[in-house]
């Protein structure tokens, strides 16, 4: 049996699980002060979706990583892949998440225009009066969290199993033959999940291209996430003989690729939408070109794809963690900016503001679910391994060269 990676007791996980906890304090107390004194229950509602979508995103996109993997048989990403596994650990508690959200659903101060009396007299509403009810949407948020709950326990829980087998790979066997719904089941269901939480809340305006760029978005910001663990970890001596330039190499690639299959997904439903000149679709950016918006929309282009486009183009450059660490820092930030050029013109114009609103309070829903994402990725290095040590195709990550 190969020797469990065991990291609970390493300064590094401490340093994640204390500054997590800081950030856990800090945001609820902001988000609290955003209800109190900053805006009302609609300015925090919007703050904590925007926060909790960015979080809860990323970590069911690091269980479709891993079940990607698994499903192409992949062998250089075995000495990763628990990376990503640990930090999915708010997937669980996914439907704990969706409880304000829903509760908010019933308040005068929704968030979401659809539930609200004016929907009532509303002919674009009252038809789509079938789907984007309340009842429906509780339904559906319920499915969600348990579809991903049950995708944890299997990929996720499998590949755990697979740590006290040695010789016998049964729970990666498993696993090569559950990846492929597990994937389905994810593709359908982010893509919802997000037409819900997020294209929802302007109920007049819809995209078919929409669940593909919130997914560019999440595996982008998820690739970031793996990468600045994996640099973290191995400038910490503790991966050292499993993790090898061509990983950062690849990971370098992966950011690099899903940079610019954003921007291709991000163009074209601009562009559809330009051409078209429908005035029921170009209301979103007509919303989001003016009134200091358009500021966002320029920072995602230089930032979402011209900054990470021009660093990671070369291929040196992507076995430099010094700059593999500052284009993935600069990708997480400009997810933000995505999620929150989303959000925040919707959440501004039900409660009234035309004007941009962006302030303080815009960040603290993103500093309480970073925390908990830190927390809880902390919890999951102390309970497990940090590497998948006794993964049939691990010695092929090992050796891997390009």
């Known amino acids: 049996m190969s020797q469990l990676v065991n990291l609970g007791s390493s300064p590094l996980i401490g340093k994640i699980q204390r500054y997590g906890m800081i950030l856990t304090v800090l945001g609820a107390v902001g988000l609290g002060a955003a209800y109190a004194v900053g805006g009302g229950l609609q300015r925090m509602m ?21 079940a990607l993997q698994y499903l192409t048989r992949a062998g250089w990403s ?33 968030i979401y225009e659809w539930t609200h009396e004016s929907a009532l007299t509303d002919p674009i509403l009252i038809h789509k009066a079938g789907y984007l009810n309340t ?28 740590d006290t087998m040695p010789g016998d790979h049964r729970p990666t066997e498993k696993n090569w033959t559950l990846a492929a719904p597990m994937v389905l089941i994810y593709a359908l269901s982010i893509s919802f999940c997000s037409f819900d939480l997020l294209m ?31 640099v973290a970890l191995y400038r910490g001596g503790h991966l050292k003989g499993y993790i090898r330039d061509e990983h950062f190499h690849d990971l370098g690639k992966l950011m690099f690729a899903f940079s610019v299959f954003w921007t ?10 330009w051409y078209a000149n429908l005035p029921e679709e170009t209301v979103y950016f007509t919303a989001r070109t003016s009134h200091g918006w358009q500021y966002m929309g320029i920072a995602l282009v230089i930032m979402h794809f011209i900054v990470p ?13 010094n700059i593999l660490v500052a284009a993935a820092i600069i990708i997480l930030i400009s997810h933000y900016i995505d999620l929150a050029w989303i959000i925040l013109p919707a959440v501004g114009h039900v409660s009234g503001s035309e004007g941009m609103m962006f302030g303080w309070q815009e960040l603290t829903g993103w500093i309480f679910f970073a925390g908990l994402f830190m927390m809880l990725a902390a919890r999951a290095y102390k309970k497990n391994s940090a590497m998948a040590v006794n993964d049939p195709v691990l010695a092929e ?6």
């Open 46 to 66: 919007g703050d904590y979706l925007l926060g909790f979508w960015y979080f809860a995103g990323i970590s069911v996109t690091m269980v479709f990583f891993s």
């Open 78 to 110: 075995s000495s990763i892949r628990r990376i990503a596994e640990n930090f999915a650990g708010m997937v669980p508690f996914m439907l704990v998440g969706f409880l304000p959200v829903i509760i908010n659903l019933f308040s005068h101060s929704s």
């Open 135 to 162: 009842q429906f949407l509780i339904i559906r948020l319920t499915l969600y969290a348990l579809l991903w709950f049950g995708m944890y326990r299997v990929i996720v829980g499998n590949s755990i199993k697979q």
């Open 200 to 230: 929802s809340l302007e109920p007049h305006w819809f995209s078919t291209m929409f669940g593909v760029y919130t997914f560019a978005g999440h595996f982008v910001a998820a690739i970031s996430v793996i990468t600045l663990m994996t």
């Open 264 to 273: 291709y997904i991000a163009f074209s439903q601009y562009f559809i939408i």
């Open 309 to 321: 486009f021009m660093v990671l183009l070369r291929q040196d450059v992507k076995r430099k963690t």
């Open 397 to 402: 990550s090992k050796e891997y060269v390009v």
